[in-house]
């Protein structure tokens, strides 16, 4: 029997939003550290978000081309539980913190994904994310599914332009470990919505379709 799929809900700028997210039934929630998003949050904050979800859902820290200094000192600070990198990052950096950390790859349309999934032995998963120039997350946008490898090796974690509506149907085209969503269960960038985000992961879990 297959494990439900997992679910992360992004960024999280408020402890009233993790709150939602964890009463939904979300199994980790991700904190922007990338200070050109729109859902960037100070490190006192994110702190505070972190302390308040409880021990068994994972605080994941989300950087983009982030110092090393500074990406050390936001986890003593925050407590994060796993590192999320979305820039240029190569697995030697990555794998220098000692701590979990998830490699996101942007589906250029030329990119073959599965060499490069290679380059990160070390990670605990891969994110599979929506390409737009000059974006490194949060596009909003889809990618062609049929593009996520069978049986990969390393779990993966599909985003890009998921929310309630299609949630199930990407589940089911990808067999993939977990999803991610951010804007998608949002009323306005970085504000989130609780309905948005319980049926959110009410579909992802059960692949319950809408109607």
């Known amino acids: 029997m297959n494990?439900?799929?997992r679910v992360k809900?992004?960024?999280?700028?408020s402890e009233a939003d993790a709150e939602a997210a964890v009463a939904a039934g979300a199994d980790a929630i991700g904190l922007v550290f990338y200070s050109k998003s729109p859902r960037y949050v100070e490190p006192q904050q994110a702190?505070?978000?972190?302390?308040?979800v409880g021990p068994f859902v994972t605080v994941v820290g989300l950087f983009v081309n982030e110092s090393a200094t500074q990406v050390k000192q936001?986890?003593?600070e925050v407590g994060l539980h796993l590192l999320q990198f979305h820039g240029d990052e190569d697995e030697q950096y990555c794998r220098h913190f000692g701590q979990p950390y998830m490699k996101a790859l942007r589906m250029k349309p030329e990119l073959d994904v599965a060499p490069l999934i290679n380059q990160?032995?070390?990670a605990a998963g891969i994110l599979l994310d929506a390409y737009r120039p000059g974006v490194p997350g949060g596009t909003g946008e889809t990618f062609d599914w049929q593009r996520v490898p069978r049986n990969p090796p390393r779990p993966l974690v599909l985003a890009g332009g998921l929310n309630p509506e299609n949630v199930a149907?990407?589940?089911q085209a990808t067999g993939v470990y977990g999803v991610d969503v951010s804007g998608g269960v949002e009323s306005s960038p970085g504000q989130k919505d609780a309905e948005k985000i319980a049926t959110f992961v009410r579909r992802a879990k059960t692949g319950e379709n809408s109607e």
């Open 3 to 5: 494990s439900p799929v």
């Open 9 to 13: 809900i992004c960024g999280i700028t």
């Open 47 to 52: 702190a505070a978000i972190a302390r308040i």
């Open 74 to 76: 936001l986890c003593d």
């Open 120 to 122: 990160y032995p070390s």
């Open 169 to 171: 149907v990407a589940v």
